[in-house]
């Protein structure tokens, strides 16, 4: 099941045989891998979510107003008509948050009530020493073994902690890498299928031209969009911090969406030239080269925790 590369660097190259210019071929691309990437974002963090069976790692308010973002970018990108890619992801977030963020008040709720309920069986233990002192004393340092033991299994740096492994690195590349390959190869097989064949582009607008008032909410709401996308991180970058600790965060999650603001800032910038589209535009390459910064520093964080969670791996 091999893919011609040839036909496919043809395809990239001449795309103005079927009438498609080399940008909009280029914006389809990276527009593709974008979608793979944030189909795929939120997966690493479900499952390492399901996996440590609780949600403590991630910040809620970072999703919360993440999705605060979204909504406002979906709203934003349809009344600005940018480019179809654009719109289409937004859904999609919208859609992929409310998972995420149910799968978390799940957990939440459930590690809330199993702490209730190991809180009423202290107290239950508790008044039982104090008729049967000695008993109680053994119960108790039982118990204190069985919950130190549980702890150092559970606190093992499985999936926050990813830095600590060569291993989990490779296993991240490779998904990009597939993540890249799978937008790419989407982009051609629709290219070949014909969905990229467009009637005459539309002629530059003036951008002095007045904008409707649709366009007008339309970018309030993308800036809109953008402060709440670099406001989002600010939450889980200061609980990072004063945890010292990345653990019950995914790493591929930021990396893919390091990979998905990347690749949509380069398919709002390729899918029109036109002064006032790219005007348009602004509050969406501002939120995507924004979050790539606090993105950074959040991979900075799982260095520097992931070393230090080393060090203290071997004093123990």
Known sequence: MGVNLAALATAI??????GMPLLEAVSGIFGSISMASWICLMLPQMFANYKAKSAD???????IVWMLGDVTNLLGAFFTHL?????ALACYFCVADCVLITQC??????????????????????????????????GSEE???????????????VVGDDVLDTKPWVQNLVSLVAVYAIGFLGWFISYKAGAWKG?????PSDPDEQRTTLELVGLILGYASAFFYLAARVPQIVKNYREK????????????????????????????????YLLNAVPWLLGSVGTIFEDSIIF??????ANNARVSNSSV
């Open 245 to 276: 600790s990345c653990e019950g965060l995914a790493l591929l999650f930021f990396l893919l969406s390091l990979t998905g603001n990347a690749t949509y800032g380069v398919s709002l910038v390729t899918y029109s030239q036109d002064k006032k």
């Open 143 to 157: 118990a204190h073994r069985r919950r130190a033991s549980h702890s150092s299994q559970t606190k093992t740096p």
């Open 57 to 63: 790692g991630i910040s809620m308010t970072f999703l």
């Open 13 to 18: 190259a001449a795309p103005h045989d079927d």
């Open 300 to 305: 900075i964080q799982f260095h520097i925790y």
């Open 83 to 87: 480019a179809p890619t654009a719109i």
């Open 105 to 138: 008040l799940y957990y939440n709720n459930l590690n809330r009530r199993k702490a209730a309920r190991a809180a009423a069986r202290a107290a239950e233990a508790h008044h039982a020493t104090e008729d049967s002192p000695l008993l109680g004393r053994r």
């Open 199 to 203: 009637g005459e582009p539309a002629p």
